[in-house]
T-cell receptor
Framework: GIQVEQSPPDLILQEGANSTLRCNFSDSVNNLQWFHQNPWGQLINLFYIPSGTKQNGRLSATTVATERYSLLYISSSQTTDSGVYFC?????????????FGKGTKLSVKP | NAGVTQTPKFQVLKTGQSMTLQCAQDMNHNSMYWYRQDPGMGLRLIYYSASEGTTDKGEVPNGYNVSRLNKREFSLRLESAAPSQTSVYFC??????????FGQGTRLTVV
C-alpha cells in the first residue's frame, strides 16, 4: 500500500518564526489533506490539496503531485500553532477513498 | 450543522466488557470511517462504509464490528474489550474522494 512519510518528526520554534513541514508519498493520490491536532486531541482540517497551492491566513500548502510531495508553510508562528500536524492521502489504487496518515510532525512554539 | 458527532467522549471498560461507540454526521456524506490513534502514531483505519448497507475492513479490524445503521449513523462495537484496544477512536465522513471531516474522538481505556 501507499506509504506516507512526514518530516521533521519534531520541530521547536520561537514565536514569530517561519517553518516548512514536508509530506512525501509513494504513489499517485486522489486526495491529500493536512490536519492540525491540537493539544486537546481535536483534528482540525487545514487544507484539502491534492494538487496546486492554497493559502489560509498565515498557513499555506503546496502539493506537487507529479513529484509526490506536499509542503505546509507556517509563517509568523504563534503558540496556538503548537500541536501535531498530519498529512493524509488516499490510496489511489485502493478502494473508497480511505485516508492513510503519516506519523505527524510535532510542533512546539515557545513564547 | 454539527458535522460529525461521536459519543461518548470518554469511557473506561474492564477487560471482557462490551460497548458501542456511536457516530452520526449531518453532511449527507456517503462514506464513513472509524480510525484509532495510538501514542506517537498517525491514525489507522479500522472499518469503513462506502454507502448505506456496506462495510469493509481496514488496516486493523480484529476485535471490532461495525454497523451502518442508515446514511447518517455508523457505530463501532467492541464485543470483548482487551487492554490492547486502549486508544483514541475517531469517526470521520466524506463524499467519495473528497475532503474528510472528523469527530472529536472517544478516549477509551480498557483495564
Amino acid at each position: 500500500g501507499i506509504q506516507v512519510e512526514q518530516s521533521p518528526p519534531d520541530l521547536i520554534l520561537q514565536e514569530g518564526a517561519n517553518s516548512t513541514l514536508r509530506c512525501n508519498f509513494s504513489d499517485s493520490v486522489n486526495n491529500l489533506q493536512w490536519f492540525h491536532q491540537n493539544p486537546w486531541g481535536q483534528l482540525i482540517n487545514l487544507f484539502y490539496i491534492p494538487s496546486g497551492t492554497k493559502q489560509n491566513g498565515r498557513l499555506s500548502a503546496t502539493t506537487v503531485a507529479t513529484e509526490r510531495y506536499s509542503l505546509l508553510y507556517i509563517s509568523s508562528s504563534q503558540t496556538t500553532d503548537s500541536g501535531v500536524y498530519f498529512c493524509a492521502v488516499d490510496d489511489y489504487g485502493g478502494s473508497q477513498g480511505n485516508l492513510i496518515f503519516g506519523k505527524g510532525t510535532k510542533l512546539s512554539v515557545k513564547p | 450543522n454539527a458535522g460529525v458527532t461521536q459519543t461518548p467522549k470518554f469511557q473506561v471498560l474492564k477487560t471482557g466488557q462490551s460497548m458501542t461507540l456511536q457516530c452520526a454526521q449531518d453532511m449527507n456524506h456517503n462514506s464513513m470511517y472509524w480510525y484509532r490513534q495510538d501514542p506517537g502514531m498517525g491514525l489507522r483505519l479500522i472499518y469503513y462504509s462506502a454507502s448505506e448497507g456496506t462495510t469493509d475492513k481496514g488496516e486493523v479490524p480484529n476485535g471490532y464490528n461495525v454497523s451502518r445503521l442508515n446514511k447518517r449513523e455508523f457505530s463501532l462495537r467492541l464485543e470483548s474489550a482487551a487492554p490492547s484496544q486502549t486508544s483514541v477512536y475517531f469517526c470521520a465522513s466524506s463524499l467519495l474522494w473528497t475532503e474528510a471531516f472528523f469527530g472529536q474522538g472517544t478516549r477509551l481505556t480498557v483495564v
